[in-house]
C-alpha cells in the first residue's frame, strides 16, 4: 500500500512556522504571567511575616500543578533553622476532615451508619444522652455535646498523657448543651467521641487506622500523628506572641489530649496530595463525598465549612493549637487548592490564605500595612456609639472609654478603634481592618462598613426601642458600681479552676486584676460587692462568701458556663 500523501496547502513550512510563533508567544505569555503572580504572592507574604509575623510554608496549586510553594520566617528560631516547604506542622482541627473520612469509610464498609446512636458503639456512655446522639450529630457539630476544650480541666492537664476514657470522661456527664440537632455548637469533644468509634469498630487506634487507611494509602509519607517524645525530621517548632507582641515557645500539649480532633501534623505538598484524592474514588466513593460536602447548619458538613467567597464555592477549615494556626482552603469550581501552615498560633492564616486566593482570582485584597492615627476631637466619638446589627442576634457595639473608641463584637474581644479618615477607624490587633461610619443626609451615623479581607460588608445601627432594650440590656451586664475600693482586698488570692490553672487576683492602686495561668493581666470591674466583670472579653466573677464572712471561692462565667473554683490561697 503507497504511503498517505498529504496536501502542501495544508502543513506549507509558512504556516508551520506561524503555529510555532504562536505556541512560543503563548508559553512566553504564560511564564511571564506565571513569574508576575509569583512576585505579587511572593511579596504578599514577605509582607504578612514582616507585619503579621507569620512564619511558616505556603503552597497554591491550579489542577493539581504547584504554582506558588515557599517558606517564611523561622522553623526553630533558637537554633536559626529557616522554614521550608518540607517543614512538618501540627495541623490542629484540620485533622477532622481525616476523621470524618474514617467514619465515611467504616459506612461504606457496613461497619456503622451514620443514623446510628453512638451507644451502639460506646457501651460505657450514658443512656440518657448518648441514646439521643448519632454519629451524624457528631461529624456536623449538632450533638450538643459540651466541649471540652473550653473547660479548666483540660487546659491544666494538657502536658499530660491522657486515654481516651479519662478523655470521654471529661465531658460524657455533662448536661447537653441543647436537644441533638436543634442547633449548631463546634465541639471538639464529638469528635473525640467519633475517634473512639473508629477505634471501637475497626480494632485498630485512632493512630493506625488512619495511617494505613488514609496515609499510607495516598502515599502522604510526610503526615502523621504527632508524638513530641519521637524524633520527626523537619518537624517545625511551635510559638506564640506574649502581652507585647513578642514570639516565645508555645506550651508544650501532649497529643493525646486533642486527640481524634487535633493531633495530626502534615506538610503543604502532603496537602496537595490530600486535596487532589478528594477530586478522585481512592479514599472516598462519590456518595460519600457528597455527605461530607453538604451543610448541615451553620455551612459545616463534615469537618469542612462549605460557603461561597470571591463569587465561587470555597471548601475549608483551618485548625488552632498551641503554637500553630493552619488553614486549607479548596475552591473546587476552579481545581484551585491554598495550603498556609504557620508556626506561630497568633498568625492571621485565614487572612493570608484569603489573600492567596485573591490573587489567584484577581481579586482585591488587602496587604499587611502599619498606620498611624490622626489627631481628631474625641467629642466626635459620641456620633459613633450605639448597637450595629451584624446579623439576627449578632451585634457589634461600638462606645467610648476615657476618651477613646472601642470595638467589640457580642461575645467577643473588644479592641480599641484608631482615626484614619473622617469616619474612618482602624482596628488595633489588624490595621488592613477598618470601620467606616456612613452617616444620613442630617449628618446622623446610620450604619457602619466593616472592611476586612478585602470584602465590604454593612451592619445598620440600631435605632428607638430596639436599640435601647439592647444597649440597656448590655449597660446591666457592664454597669461599674460605687464601691469601697477597701473591699478589694478581701478577694486577693489564688484560686483553683482546675489543678494546675489559677486564677490570681490581686489590687493595685485602688484597682482589683485577675490573671489565669499563662494569660495576661486583666482588671475586672465591680457590678456589686460580690460580682465583677471584664471588659476585654465578656466574661464576669461572683465571689463566694460563707456565714462565717470568709471568701471561700469564686465562679467564673464564661462561655455560656458557670465555672466554680476554690480558693487555695
Same mark, same amino acid.
Given at each position: ?50 507585619? #503579621? ?136 469533644? *464529638? ?109 459545616? *458538613?463534615?469537618?469542612?465549612? %462549605? ?8 471548601? #475549608? ?128 451615623? %446610620? ?123
Amino acid at each position: 500500500m503507497s504511503e498517505p500523501q498529504f496536501s502542501s496547502r495544508f502543513f506549507s513550512a509558512e504556516k508551520i512556522a506561524f503555529f510555532v510563533l504562536i505556541f512560543l508567544l503563548f508559553v512566553l505569555f504564560a511564564n511571564t504571567q506565571g513569574k508576575e503572580l509569583k512576585q505579587e504572592m511572593d511579596g504578599y507574604l514577605k509582607a504578612c511575616h514582616e507585619i #503579621w509575623k507569620f512564619h511558616g510554608a505556603t503552597l497554591v496549586a491550579k489542577n493539581g500543578e504547584v504554582i506558588f510553594k515557599n517558606g517564611y520566617g523561622m522553623a526553630n528560631i533558637e537554633l536559626g533553622v529557616p522554614n521550608t516547604p518540607e517543614m512538618k506542622f501540627q495541623i490542629g482541627s484540620i485533622t477532622k476532615q481525616f476523621t470524618a473520612t474514617a467514619i465515611l469509610q467504616l459506612q461504606e464498609k457496613g461497619l456503622l451508619s451514620l443514623d446510628d446512636l453512638i451507644t451502639k458503639y460506646l457501651h460505657e456512655y450514658p443512656e440518657e444522652t448518648g441514646n439521643k446522639i448519632t454519629i451524624h450529630h457528631l461529624l456536623s457539630h449538632t450533638s450538643g455535646i459540651p466541649n471540652y476544650t473550653d473547660m479548666p480541666d483540660i487546659m491544666s492537664q494538657k502536658s499530660l498523657p491522657v486515654t481516651v476514657d479519662e478523655l470521654l470522661a471529661i465531658f460524657k456527664d455533662k448536661p447537653l448543651d441543647f436537644e441533638p440537632g436543634e442547633k449548631y455548637k463546634y465541639s471538639n469533644s *464529638g469528635y473525640v467521641v467519633l475517634g473512639a468509634i473508629i477505634e471501637a469498630i475497626s480494632g485498630k487506634s485512632y493512630e493506625e487506622y488512619i495511617r494505613e487507611n488514609i496515609f499510607e494509602t495516598l502515599k502522604m509519607s510526610n503526615s502523621g500523628y504527632d508524638h513530641r517524645d519521637r524524633i520527626i525530621k523537619n518537624r517545625a517548632a511551635g510559638y506564640t506572641q506574649d502581652e507585647k507582641g513578642e514570639l516565645r515557645n508555645a506550651d508544650f500539649v501532649h497529643m493525646s489530649a486533642p486527640y481524634a480532633a487535633g493531633a495530626l501534623y502534615s506538610t503543604v505538598d502532603d496537602m496537595l496530595i490530600w486535596d487532589q484524592a478528594l477530586y478522585t474514588e481512592k479514599i472516598l466513593k462519590k456518595s460519600s463525598q457528597e455527605k461530607m460536602f453538604t451543610p448541615v447548619l451553620k455551612n459545616y *458538613g463534615y469537618g469542612w465549612v %462549605i460557603e461561597e467567597k470571591y463569587a465561587r464555592p470555597h471548601i #475549608w477549615h483551618n485548625g488552632g493549637i498551641d503554637g500553630f494556626h493552619t488553614t486549607f482552603d479548596r475552591w473546587v469550581s476552579d481545581s484551585v487548592c491554598v495550603v498556609v501552615l504557620s508556626n506561630n498560633d497568633n498568625a492571621p492564616v485565614e487572612n493570608i490564605a484569603s489573600g492567596l486566593a485573591a490573587i489567584m482570582f484577581d481579586q482585591p485584597y488587602d496587604v499587611p500595612v502599619i498606620k498611624t492615627p490622626i489627631e481628631v476631637d474625641p467629642k466626635i466619638f459620641a456620633d459613633y456609639e450605639g448597637a450595629y446589627e451584624i446579623a439576627e442576634d449578632d451585634y457589634r457595639f461600638v462606645d467610648i472609654e476615657d476618651t477613646a473608641l472601642y470595638s467589640q463584637r457580642g461575645g467577643s474581644v473588644r479592641f480599641r478603634l484608631y482615626p484614619e479618615a473622617e469616619d474612618k477607624f482602624y482596628f488595633e490587633h489588624d490595621h488592613t481592618v477598618t470601620l467606616i461610619f456612613v452617616r444620613d443626609q442630617n449628618g446622623e451615623v %446610620i450604619k457602619h462598613i466593616i472592611h476586612q479581607q478585602g470584602e465590604d460588608k454593612p451592619a445598620e445601627k440600631l435605632q428607638g426601642e430596639q436599640a435601647e432594650k439592647i444597649l440597656t440590656d448590655r449597660k446591666a451586664k457592664t454597669q461599674v458600681a460605687e464601691v469601697d475600693p477597701k473591699i478589694f482586698e478581701r478577694y486577693v488570692g489564688e484560686y483553683q479552676l482546675a489543678p494546675g490553672f489559677i486564677l490570681t487576683v490581686r489590687t493595685r492602686d485602688n484597682r482589683i486584676f485577675t490573671q489565669a495561668t499563662g494569660q495576661q493581666e486583666a482588671e475586672i470591674f465591680p457590678h456589686s460587692e460580690t460580682e465583677f466583670f471584664l471588659k476585654v472579653v465578656d466574661a464576669q466573677i461572683t465571689f463566694v462568701i460563707d456565714e462565717n464572712g470568709s471568701i471561700t471561692s469564686l465562679i467564673l462565667h464564661q462561655g455560656g458556663q458557670d465555672m466554680p473554683a476554690e480558693k487555695i490561697k
